[in-house]
């Protein structure tokens, strides 16, 4: 079965960088897209961005343009997200999540396996 | 930008209710919609992908609807396991992924 296993909880000064692991199994990583998901304490789902492992392509929210970079090791079939410039708004949940792949850069798709989550918390 | 709106916030239904929510765009979509259903301090789990195809495994009480900008998600009949928060959404370009806010179900 499928399954995307996260990195553990992190604690950050702000300012500082993080980055969160998902390891996928179960399925071809490469035939996928994984996005980046978070959710801050009480708050709704906010998507962050997404890699396409086949082509090394990331598309980011431009809410998290040029502060996160989102990669995939096709070898170990892990991605990775990293968040920089890190302030207190940043203290959330992070998801990755396990989307299709259309064929198209620009085309989205919905979310069927979810990684357990991580929490990152900012805090001096 | 197409923002995505959801009513209600929130609601609290008997058992054996039937349920609805809205979820609007403010542009045209298509049928490039899913619902999610979160159960506290759990992950979110996908129940409808393209507007009305129900998720493998996913009760049948579970319906959803629409096209373009107006869709509704149903719980023909709520259990107390659909004690949850329900989020659309739109996935219809990938730069432009956005979830709905979120309709919180509570059983009355």
């Known amino acids: 079965q499928v399954q995307l296993v996260q990195s553990g909880a992190e604690v950050k000064k702000p300012g500082s960088s993080v980055k969160v692991s998902c390891k996928a199994s179960g399925g071809t990583f490469s035939s996928y897209t994984i996005s980046w998901v978070r959710q801050a304490p009480g708050q709704g789902l906010e998507w962050m961005g997404r890699i396409i492992p086949i082509l090394g392509i990331a598309n980011y929210a431009q809410k998290f343009q040029g502060r996160v970079t989102i990669t995939a090791d096709k070898s170990t079939s892990t991605a990775y997200m990293e968040l920089s410039s890190l302030r207190s708004e940043d203290t959330a949940v992070y998801y990755c999540a396990r989307g299709g792949y259309s064929g198209s850069l620009e085309s989205g798709y919905y979310f069927d396996y979810w990684g357990q989550g991580t929490l990152v918390t900012v805090s001096s | 930008d197409i923002q995505m709106t959801q009513s209600p916030s929130s609601l609290s239904a008997s058992v054996g209710d039937r349920v609805t929510i809205t979820c609007r765009a403010s542009?045209?979509?298509?049928?490039?919609l899913a619902w999610y259903q979160q159960k506290p301090g759990k992950v979110p789990k996908l129940l409808i992908y393209?507007?009305?195809t129900l998720q493998s495994g996913v009760p049948s009480r579970f319906s959803g609807s629409g096209s373009g900008t107006d869709f509704t998600l149903t719980i023909s009949s709520l259990q107390p396991e659909d004690v949850a928060t329900y989020y659309c959404?739109?996935?219809?370009?990938?730069?432009?992924?956005?979830f709905g806010p979120g309709t919180k179900v509570d059983i009355k």
């Open positions: 959404q739109k996935y219809n370009s990938a730069p432009g992924i956005t």
């Open positions: 542009q045209g979509i298509s049928n490039y």
């Open positions: 393209a507007a009305s």
